[in-house]
């Protein structure tokens, strides 16, 4: 099994940047690909960005392009989203997702369903 749990989140002003952390535990080898995902109240859920663990392929989702970056850190088994000029449209619980075991492919995908565990989430606010 795997647990996820997310770090980083919290309030800040139009414009301000944050990074959260997504740190993976348990049987980590069987990870394939780790994503963010962001919802906010009253809005269905959305990929925001994700990575392949084996050579680092990444997509960001077009509305955050230019502004948010995934990177990740295998050694610490942590994913991390920075993202910067935020608006207060950015405001959402902000979920780290990841694909664990089946084929070791990249599907370079923002669908929930491809992800098959998920952390309880970090908050992110952002006042104008």
């Known amino acids: 099994q795997v647990q996820l749990v997310e770090s980083g989140g919290g309030s800040v002003q139009a414009g301000g940047s944050l990074r959260l952390s997504c740190a993976a535990s348990?049987?980590?080898?069987?990870?394939?690909?780790m994503a963010w995902f962001r919802q906010a109240t009253g809005k269905e859920r959305e990929g925001v960005a994700t990575i392949y663990r084996d050579g680092g392929n990444l997509r960001i989702a077009d509305y955050v392009q230019g502004r948010f970056t995934i990177s990740q850190d295998n050694a610490k088994n942590t994913v991390y989203l920075q993202m910067n000029s935020l608006t207060p449209e950015d405001t959402a619980m902000y979920y780290c997702?990841?694909?664990?075991?089946?084929?070791?492919?990249?599907?370079?995908?923002?669908?929930?369903?491809?992800?098959?565990?998920w952390g309880q989430g970090t908050q992110v606010s952002v006042s104008s």
């Open positions: 997702a990841a694909r664990v075991g089946g084929l070791a492919v990249w599907y370079a995908s923002l669908q929930g369903r491809t992800y098959n565990t």
């Open positions: 348990g049987t980590t080898s069987h990870i394939y690909s």
